[in-house]
C-alpha cells in the first residue's frame, strides 16, 4: 500500500479520488528531508491492486481506514488531500491512540450537499463523474483535473503537470473509481467530528471549486484541537499551489511537542 521516503518522525501522504500517489511529488522532496514519508497508494491506484478485479465489490469505507492503519506504524501523523482526508478522520476516529497528528488539505465532512449542508456539490456533479467513468474513464479524470485547479492564480501550471502525470501513472482500476465516487455520495462525518480529539492542521485554498473553504472554517471550528491556515488564491491543491509554504507548514506541525493529558 506505501512506499517509505526520508527520516524523521512518520508521515502518511493519502491522496484523494482519482489520482494516485505521485500527485505528492512536487512536495515529497521537501517532506522527506526531515520526515519519514509513508506514500500511501489507495485500492486499486498505483502499484496498490485493487479488491479484486473490476467486477468485484470495492472495499468499504471503514475496512479501508482499518487497513491503512494496518499497514502504518504505531504512531504516526495522516495527511489526507479530499477524499483522503476523509480517509485520515475515520482512522482517527477507529484508533486515536495510533494517530498522533491530522491534516486535511483540501477536506470536507461531507462532498454532497445535504439539506442542512449547502457547503458542498449538488448529486449532479457526481452522478456526472460516475457516467464518465464508467463510459470514458481516462477523459473523465483529464475533465477532473481541469476542474479541482479552476480558480487558482497558477491554474495552468498546476493543469498541465497533472495532466503529465495521468499520462505518466496507471489508470485507477475503474472499481476503485465508482467506490470513491459513492463514497463521496454518501459519507458525512458531521456527527463523528466531536468525537476527533486528535491535534489537526487544516490546509485549505480560498478558491477551492470543490470543496468550499467554507467546509474548512466548519472543520476547524468542529475538531477540539485544530488550526486553519487558508491559502490565498488557491484551488483544491494548495501543496501545489505553494509547495515550499505547504512542506514548511508539515514540517513545523510533525516536530512539534505533542502534549499528552
Same mark, same amino acid.
Given at each position: 500500500?506505501?512506499?517509505?521516503? #526520508?527520516?524523521?518522525?512518520?508521515?502518511?501522504?493519502?491522496? #484523494?479520488?482519482?489520482?494516485?500517489?505521485?500527485?505528492?511529488?512536487?512536495?515529497?522532496?521537501?517532506?522527506?528531508?526531515?520526515?519519514?514519508?509513508?506514500?500511501?497508494?489507495?485500492?486499486?491506484?498505483?502499484? @496498490?491492486?485493487?479488491? =479484486?478485479?473490476?467486477? +468485484?465489490?470495492?472495499?468499504?469505507?471503514?475496512?479501508? *481506514?482499518?487497513?491503512?492503519?494496518?499497514?502504518?506504524?504505531?504512531?504516526?501523523?495522516?495527511? #489526507?488531500?479530499?477524499?483522503?482526508?476523509?480517509?485520515?478522520?475515520?482512522?482517527? $476516529?477507529?484508533?486515536?491512540?495510533?494517530?498522533? =497528528?491530522?491534516?486535511?488539505?483540501?477536506?470536507?465532512?461531507?462532498?454532497?450537499?445535504?439539506?442542512?449542508?449547502?457547503?458542498?456539490?449538488?448529486?449532479?456533479?457526481?452522478?456526472? /463523474?460516475?457516467?464518465?467513468?464508467? &463510459?470514458?474513464?481516462?477523459?473523465?479524470?483529464?475533465? /477532473?483535473?481541469?476542474?479541482?485547479?479552476?480558480?487558482?492564480?497558477?491554474?495552468?501550471?498546476?493543469?498541465?503537470?497533472?495532466?503529465? #502525470?495521468?499520462?505518466?501513472?496507471?489508470?485507477?482500476?475503474?472499481?476503485?473509481?465508482?467506490?470513491?465516487?459513492?463514497?463521496?455520495?454518501?459519507?458525512?462525518?458531521?456527527?463523528?467530528?466531536?468525537?476527533?480529539?486528535?491535534? @489537526? $492542521?487544516?490546509?485549505?485554498?480560498?478558491?477551492?471549486?470543490?470543496?468550499?473553504?467554507? &467546509?474548512? +472554517?466548519?472543520?476547524?471550528?468542529?475538531?477540539?484541537?485544530?488550526?486553519?491556515?487558508?491559502?490565498?488564491?488557491?484551488?483544491? &491543491?494548495?501543496?501545489?499551489?505553494?509547495?515550499?509554504?505547504?512542506?514548511?507548514?508539515?514540517?513545523?506541525?510533525?516536530? *512539534?511537542?505533542? +502534549?499528552?493529558?
Amino acid at each position: 500500500m506505501s512506499a517509505i521516503i #526520508g527520516s524523521g518522525p512518520d508521515l502518511a501522504l493519502i491522496h #484523494g479520488w482519482g489520482l494516485g500517489s505521485w500527485v505528492w511529488q512536487p512536495v515529497l522532496d521537501r517532506l522527506s528531508r526531515h520526515c519519514r514519508v509513508h506514500l500511501i497508494d489507495l485500492p486499486g491506484y498505483g502499484q @496498490s491492486a485493487a479488491d =479484486g478485479d473490476a467486477r +468485484t465489490t470495492f472495499p468499504d469505507f471503514p475496512a479501508t *481506514a482499518q487497513a491503512l492503519l494496518e499497514a502504518l506504524p504505531e504512531r504516526v501523523t495522516l495527511c #489526507g488531500w479530499s477524499l483522503g482526508g476523509l480517509l485520515a478522520m475515520r482512522a482517527a $476516529l477507529l484508533a486515536p491512540e495510533r494517530v498522533c =497528528g491530522l491534516v486535511l488539505v483540501g477536506s470536507t465532512p461531507s462532498f454532497l450537499q445535504r439539506a442542512d449542508w449547502p457547503t458542498a456539490q449538488t448529486p449532479a456533479l457526481v452522478d456526472h /463523474f460516475s457516467a464518465g467513468v464508467q &463510459a470514458q474513464p481516462q477523459q473523465t479524470l483529464q475533465r /477532473f483535473v481541469t476542474v479541482l485547479s479552476q480558480g487558482d492564480a497558477k491554474a495552468r501550471a498546476i493543469t498541465r503537470m497533472l495532466l503529465a #502525470g495521468l499520462r505518466a501513472a496507471p489508470q485507477p482500476a475503474s472499481n476503485a473509481l465508482r467506490g470513491g465516487l459513492e463514497w463521496l455520495r454518501e459519507l458525512d462525518l458531521r456527527p463523528l467530528l466531536p468525537g476527533i480529539a486528535t491535534r @489537526s $492542521l487544516i490546509v485549505h485554498g480560498s478558491e477551492d471549486p470543490l470543496n468550499p473553504a467554507a &467546509a474548512a +472554517t466548519y472543520l476547524a471550528r468542529q475538531l477540539a484541537n485544530a488550526q486553519l491556515d487558508i491559502f490565498d488564491n488557491a484551488g483544491h &491543491a494548495p501543496f501545489l499551489a505553494n509547495p515550499d509554504r505547504f512542506a514548511r507548514l508539515l514540517d513545523d506541525f510533525c516536530h *512539534a511537542p505533542v +502534549t499528552t493529558r
